[in-house]
């Protein structure tokens, strides 16, 4: 029974050439070091599905998003869990995706044919520095209130366009309810799109070239 | 015979990949269905004996109406909500106390004194002095609150759902 329902599956997917592409490419000799585009990946998946999870409470009000997770953290069963792994895997993720980038640079991958992948990389990271200060703000307590005040104010410094940035980063000219609510569309729909389709041709790019070899006495 | 029993390197990643996945999966999995489900699972009781002040205040024969408050609390909001009802006391002790929710749509009745009955406004539906629907499209007679006398003090039991 099962063995037909998968041969059905696999004459039109394909799970065999799915496999060799994806999973099972020749790799060069490698160490921990090569591991750490993976575990951005699986951060970024556990970030995405706890992420998912709390917007289930959630509220992004100023009156209620302090409470709300106040709720998820004493009131929802498991709640301290899922925020917990959210909260730590963001730090996590951060520090991961950095030294990533520093091995890549290190070992010098970033080269000829790979110059796109670090392109990519870069914008990767950035995001991610993206998700961390528009996540900062959501528990809207005073740390975060007056770490995007001051955040926010480093756009304004900007030499003619300062004014701009900081009124377009804020939605106005304070701190409001429209700063929160801006920061969490782009917390939860436009850095996480962005994220995700980068992700892609990331993967897609990393598959093309093979990963790189680290130079050998030759070289 | 030795060689068979042994497990190849490749199948033992295989396994250990499988495993860990599994125990990931289910340590996140059952926590997050603990999770979705929460607020299906709390019990939110509010019964309580209302205080209704001393039971002079009912006069003997008519219907007095009272109100009152309850708030409810769900997850971090707080909602206050009026109830409100009539007292009929029949005689001394004999206590008779309606809630004035009309069982139809859960409009307010209101006691209509020259006519002797409870009416309500929505859809003219009557109730007699006991909440015994008269006419209209009520389907149940008003809803009873038990009572209770302490130190001539009345109280009315209050219970939701």
């Known amino acids: 029974m099962f063995k037909k329902i998968y041969a059905w599956l696999d004459e039109r997917v ?34 995405g599905a706890t992420g998912i999870f709390l917007t289930v409470y959630y509220t992004p009000s100023p009156d209620h998003a302090y409470d709300s997770i106040q709720y998820i953290m004493n009131g929802v069963a498991f709640g301290w869990l899922i925020r917990g792994i959210h909260h730590w895997g963001a730090s996590l993720m951060v520090l991961i995706v950095f030294i990533h980038m520093l091995r890549t640079f290190f070992s ?112 | 015979m030795a060689g068979s029993s042994r497990i190849s390197r490749r199948d033992f990643v295989k396994v250990v990949t499988i495993a860990l996945s599994s125990v990931m999966g289910a340590a996140l999995g059952i926590p997050v269905i603990g999770y979705l489900i929460d607020p299906a699972l709390k019990v939110q009781s509010s019964e309580a004996w209302i205080p209704l002040g001393p039971l002079e205040n009912f006069p003997l024969g008519s219907p007095k109406s009272f109100s009152f408050t309850r708030s409810s609390v769900n997850g971090w909001e707080k ?65 009873r609150y038990e009572t209770k006398i302490e130190e001539g003090n009345l109280f009315i039991f209050f219970q939701k759902g």
């Open chain 1, 14 to 47: 394909g799970f065999d050439g799915l496999y060799k592409n994806l999973l099972d490419r020749p790799e060069p000799h490698g160490n921990w070091w090569n591991t750490l585009g993976s575990a951005s990946l699986f951060l970024f998946i556990m970030q």
């Open chain 1, 108 to 219: 010098a991958s970033y080269k000829y044919p790979r110059e796109l992948t670090w392109i990519v990389g870069s914008l990767l990271f950035l995001l991610t520095l993206g998700m961390g200060f528009t996540g900062y703000l959501l528990p809207f307590n005073q740390r975060a209130y007056w770490a995007t005040v001051v955040a926010t104010e480093i756009g304004g410094v900007v030499p003619g366009i300062g004014d701009f940035i900081l009124k377009a980063l804020r939605g106005g000219t304070d701190v409001s309810a429209l700063t929160l609510s801006r920061f969490f569309s782009a917390h939860i729909w436009m850095l996480p799109a962005a994220l995700a389709g980068l992700i892609g041709v990331h993967l897609y790019l990393i598959m093309r070239h093979g990963e790189s070899a680290y130079p050998d006495q030759d070289d």
């Open chain 2, 79 to 143: 909602t206050v909500n009026s109830y409100g009802g009539f007292i009929l006391r029949k005689t001394e002790t004999d206590l008779l106390a309606l809630s004035s929710r009309c069982t139809h749509l859960s409009c307010s009745v209101n006691w209509d004194e020259g006519n002797n009955n409870y009416a309500c406004p929505c859809h003219a539906a009557h109730f007699g002095s006991e909440g015994e629907v008269l006419d209209g499209p009520p389907p149940a007679p008003l809803d």
